[in-house]
């Protein structure tokens, strides 16, 4: 994998902060990018790729800032894609937060951990625990020595995890309180049709990982039901021949955050959903009429928190007048967004929204048919069924605390109307 230059794109389309390896770039180069821009409908819908006369141009968005990677040679793109998002992930581990105000005010430090990421294009040190060794994290007291001595922070010492066959943990760990926590969170994406048939349903999880162990420790866990999981991707701790023979991850931990495992589960039969949506929207004769019923389904008995749905309506809509039993409603008059905020769904009390739209007698737009955006969340619940079913250490003698947390929450969950 061979990178040029990394730019660094705010919301509005100005370049503010660049680097380059090799040789400069040029600006230009991005000319390509922002027509792809101009013309997508949102930030998502940029092409992560975009080939131009010299280059390719291999982009993510993330926090309101499109990272874009300039390759003069032909690469992998998945692997500059996954690249970028180690580039965001560290700078939000070392900030805590990655807005471009917060790059800004640590634009040195920046740089710095880019000159470590990459060594003339190829990545050298990726790793967390790696780079907070060689380049301390901003601190308060940090600054202020640097100020003092004039020094710019990054160590003279080779990190010894750096050479050691156990990279992403660093050595002589130590916790008065040892522990490790788990959270299995899983996203669906799903689109429901008018009559409540599933259109397409499938499931992306992860599951995320706060370990806080002394020494260097071996996990092991183990699944219910593993064979749920077919289409799945592994953090580098995880030993792939054992996961391929006994469907067990076993793994030496990075000490903090990390990602251990994603997966992907598309197979309908498999997907449940846990909410349904009855809605009934239709405009005739300068006038629209809305009926929306949520509910849950298939939840186990857990409950369904955060819940918002949001309508996009028709451009020609002026106005609504609703009344819903939970929560409360809105509408933009400039994005013609209707959202309807019910929070929690109470077993007896069912929410839903009635009311009227007000839109002109010629309106052309008697049958259109709005699109439903639901989100949603759910504790406690792994909808794919997935359960953990033991965390074993070995290689130490104290015994840690040890958590697991199931979550559940909407994507891109779609309901036609």
Known sequence: MLINSIFFINHSGDIFLEKHWRSVVNRSVCDGFFDAQSKANSPDDVPPVIPTGKSYLISIYREKIYLVAACTMEVQPLFVIEFLHRVMDTFTEYFEDCSESAIKDNI??????????????????????????LIKPPTIINKAVSMVT????????????????????????????????FDCIEEID????????????????????????SGMP????????????????FHPCVRLKRWEMEKVLSFVPPDGNFVLMSYH???????????????????????GRVDITVGPKQTLGKTVDNVVITIPMPKEVSGVSMTTSVGSYSFDPISKVLKWDI???????????????????????????????VDFKIMQLAVSGLKVNRLDMYNENYK???????????????ART
């Not at 049709?193 to 990982?209: F, K, L, R, T």
């Not at 109470?346 to 009227?356: A, H």
């Open 343 to 373: 929070g929690k769904i109470l077993p007896l009390k069912i929410p839903t929204m009635r009311g009227t739209c007000t839109l002109p007698a010629d309106s052309k737009y008697r049958d259109a048919h709005p699109t439903i955006h």
């Open 150 to 181: 004039g020094k710019e922070g990054v160590s003279s010492v080779l990190p010894g995890s750096q050479l050691s066959n156990v990279p992403w943990r660093r050595q002589g760990v130590k916790y008065t309180n040892n522990e490790a926590y």
């Open 400 to 414: 840690p605390f040890k958590g697991v947390k199931y979550i559940t929450k909407a994507g891109n969950f779609q």
């Open 108 to 133: 040195i430090i920046v740089y710095q951990l880019l000159e470590e990421m990459l060594d003339n294009g190829f990545p050298l040190a990726t790793e967390l625990n790696i780079l907070t060794e």
């Open 265 to 287: 589960i598309s197979a309908q039969n498999q997907v449940a959903i846990p909410v349904y949506v009855r809605a009934m929207i239709n405009f005739k004769d300068g006038q």
């Open 218 to 233: 071996d996990l092991s866990m183990s699944f219910v039901n593993p064979r749920l999981l077919d289409d799945v991707s």
């Open 190 to 213: 799903a689109i429901i049709d008018a009559n409540g048939g599933i259109v397409s349903a499938e499931i992306h999880g992860n599951i995320n990982c706060n370990v806080h162990l």
